[in-house]
């Protein structure tokens, strides 16, 4: 704590008002060109004049970042806030996300899992290793990627810490961006997680080195990156007894979180998740000045134009004095007069732009993934009072499976916007997706499994203008021997102006028909095994959204044919001299038969009253099975905290927020898959009904924001129950520190 508080004090020292300012970060209000540098609604960066309440600063070295996201399918840009925005900045720090949606096992970078269903939802026919999706807190995808365009080199250093050198939890990103030139733009990133965790064997090392970079000309345009990222996360099974946690007076010496016994040791789940992804485009289009109106003036008519003018200078200057000239030649000299009269408009000072009207599209993708599960333990000790199933020979565990997955997209592409007649954009595409696979068979010995998938679709959409945007994609897939697989997407949007503020209505939706991934088909293991003929799953969404200001209602809807889930059993066993009781556990895949719906409304809505702020998240969940689909019926998250400056430029927030969910039957951890499976119903325990309170005071000081924070402040030894995963407790009450600096040179 207290060289905690000696770094706070260091760090106000720096970042005093007498050392050197720099400009903020300027984001994009609505949709952009990275290249122009300028807004759809024809604003552009601010590049070093920069506002600070009522005072303008200068500096020396132009500062402006642009930073948007792409689609993977077609490479189009999406702007987006870049990772720099101070509010919120402390919940950076929780694996179950800023306003807490996830379940997670307890530690920094653990596994998690969503508790609100409309999460779940993501792009279709995308790449099947499972055992990634539950460290998204940790790996970037490429459709949430940053990229950047920056007028000065700019790098960004995040650090999170608590706790000591035996149970503390640190992590260290660095991002460094800049550009060469106006259109190429390069980056790369550093993250390095270690949470040592305050239970015993809950330790977690995660790192990522990544490579960015995009080029954006009229005519080209490319997006790349390249990550690779080592994941290792050690297991204990939970702790033997939630009584320790609950109810620690029934034991005759309170344990502490390092001293209660758990159910497993020298466990680990290692990964190793890379891949590169390049998605570019050609355009063809024409050179063109955009009119008042709206409508362009092809240069090209311009060019026609002044050959008419030289021409008929050529022909006056032939004539002159001669009287056999006719009608006809007076009649060009006329026209010649009026078309200097057209060269010489004054819409010849608009800037000359391309005009892309067509387009071809190349988007590659290669995922070259392992996973080992390792447990180096004898056939005596605890790994076997662990599992119930042993499929593989030998007394230790050491499961491994591997990855790779090529994926070549091609698309040609009509754009919106180059003719008054073009109101829509189209989009026609095929895809070939290759699998391969490898797993242990009975000897041990790695078997490749491969599979070819291909696809076909169309896209129709409008992206333009400031009222009306939609876009309507549908695409079949077969693996030549398999049909029936298709995927129909579409989204709405309309924006107008109503009292004040403008209001937003949207609507999404969705119609899904996929085969099982791989990995519910096959699995191979010491401790788990199946080969499953699974059928086709039918999901259905729908999404309709509302904005208003500070108010913002969802509706999200879905249903489910033939839904299929990993599943656990537990199996009573007795062991030892004393005849202790231990739940044996099982895991598989299994499939319904029937349907499955879920309802949620979400409403966010944010108060001001001079400083205090006070911002609320409420959603209602109901499902058709709880069983199938455990949800908590209702789910807050509300922040309550005033927003002041010191000194006129220490911008403050200081608050506390909580968490909260009604009970239900969570989703349990299981190693041997390395993700969440649904609790045997008969030994069923529920979670929930337990608030999760934090205090913090957040402060944002040019380029630098930083926290201090009392994390699970409201903790009590035997008081609620503080489990979000069944068996693993949360953390007790922890001061928590964070630092984000931005460096513009």
């Known amino acids: 704590m207290r060289a905690t508080l000696y770094r706070i004090l260091l760090l106000l020292v720096c970042l005093s008002p007498l050392s050197p300012s720099l400009a903020q ?11 122009s540098g300028a807004n759809d609604d024809g604003s552009h960066w601010k590049d070093g004049t920069e506002e600070d309440g009522d005072a303008k600063q200068k500096t020396d070295v132009p500062v402006g970042l642009y930073v ?40 920094l970078g653990s596994p998690r899992q969503s508790r609100y269903f409309s999460d779940a939802a993501i792009q279709a026919f995308t790449p099947q290793f499972e055992f990634a999706r ?6 970037t995808s490429p459709e949430q990627w940053h990229f950047t365009n920056t007028k000065s ?40 997680l270690y949470g040592r965790g305050y239970y015993t064997s809950q330790s977690t090392a995660h790192f990522n080195g990544s490579l960015f970079g995009s080029y954006i000309a009229p005519r080209y345009q490319l997006h790349a990156i390249y990550y690779a990222n080592h994941l290792k996360n050690a297991e204990n099974g939970g702790i033997e007894d939630d009584d320790y946690v609950n109810r620690p007076e029934i034991f005759p010496t309170r344990y502490g979180t390092a001293d209660m016994p758990t159910r497993l040791s020298k466990t680990w789940n290692k990964l190793n998740v890379n891949t590169l992804f390049i998605t570019h485009r050609y355009s063809l289009g024409f050179e063109a000045r955009r009119l008042p109106d709206g409508r362009w003036k092809r240069t090209g008519a311009q060019t026609a134009l002044l050959k008419g003018v030289m021409a008929a200078d050529t022909t006056s200057q032939q004539t002159a004095g001669n009287p056999s000239v006719g009608v006809k030649d007076s009649v060009k000299t006329i026209k010649a007069d009026n078309v200097t009269a057209a060269v010489s408009d004054p819409t010849d000072s608009i800037p000359i732009e391309f005009v892309p009207v067509a387009g071809i599209i190349h988007t590659f993708r290669l995922d070259h993934d392992n996973r080992r599960l390792l447990s180096n333990l004898d056939a005596s000790a605890d790994n076997t009072t662990f599992w119930n199933d042993f499929y593989l020979p030998g007394d230790s565990v050491n499961d491994y499976t591997s990855h790779l997955h090529a994926q070549n997209l091609v698309a040609l592409e009509l754009r919106e916007g180059f003719n008054r007649w073009a109101k829509a954009g189209l989009r026609l595409f095929a895809r070939h997706d290759y699998y391969r696979y490898t797993l ?28 009306f945007h939609y876009h309507v994609l549908g695409e079949m897939r077969t693996s030549g021997s398999d049909w029936g697989e298709f995927n129909v997407e579409a989204d709405a949007d309309v924006r107008f102006k109503l009292g004040r503020d403008t209001m937003t209505l949207a609507l999404k939706g969705q119609m899904l028909n996929e085969r099982p991934t791989f990995y519910y088909r096959h699995y191979h293991g010491r401790n788990a095994w199946w080969d499953a003929e699974l059928d086709k799953r039918f999901t259905a969404r729908v999404t309709a959204e509302a904005a208003y200001g500070k108010t913002r209602l969802a509706v999200h809807l879905m249903t489910q044919q033939k839904p299929y889930f990993y599943r656990m059993t537990l199996t009573p066993a007795t062991i ?14 299994e499939q319904s038969a029937g349907n499955v719906s879920a309802f949620a409304a979400e409403l966010n809505r944010d108060f001001a009253f001079g400083p205090f702020r006070w911002e609320n998240q409420l959603t209602l969940q109901l499902t058709t099975d709880k069983k199938l689909q455990p949800l908590p019926l209702f789910t807050a998250y509300t922040n309550l905290y005033l927003h002041f400056k010191i000194a006129g430029v220490l911008t403050t927030d200081l608050g506390a927020d909580a968490r909260f969910y009604t009970e239900y039957e969570a989703p349990d951890y299981e190693p041997a898959i390395g993700g969440f499976a649904l609790q045997d119903s008969r030994y069923a325990v529920k979670t929930g009904n337990y608030p999760i309170v934090n205090v913090y005071a957040n402060f944002h000081l040019k ?43």
């Open 25 to 35: 970060i300027q984001r994009p209000t609505g949709g952009f060109s990275p290249l």
């Open 68 to 107: 948007w996201q792409i689609d993977t399918r077609f490479g189009a840009v999406r702007p987006t806030e870049p990772d720099t925005v101070a509010h919120g900045f402390q919940n950076d720090a929780f694996n179950t996300g800023r306003t807490g949606r996830y379940n997670d096992t307890g530690n």
């Open 134 to 139: 539950p460290y998204d807190y940790f790996i």
């Open 153 to 192: 080199p700019f790098m960004n250093i995040t650090y999170h810490e608590c706790g000591n050198k035996q149970n503390g939890e640190d992590r260290i990103k660095a991002i460094f961006a800049t550009n060469a030139g106006k259109r190429l733009g390069l980056g790369f990133k550093l993250d390095y």
């Open 440 to 467: 242990p068979d009975a000897q041990r010995r790695q078997t490749a499994y491969t599979e070819n998938y291909f696809s076909l679709g169309a896209q129709l959409l409008k992206s333009q203008g400031r009222t």
């Open 576 to 589: 030892g001299s004393e005849g202790q009781t231990v739940m044996l556990r099982s895991v598989g895949v």
């Open 703 to 745: 380029h630098t924001r930083f926290y201090l924070m009392a994390s699970h402040v409201n903790y009590s030894s035997g008081g609620g129950n503080p489990f979000v995963t069944p068996h693993y407790p949360l953390n007790r009450m922890v001061i928590r520190f964070g630092l984000s600096w931005n460096f513009f040179n």
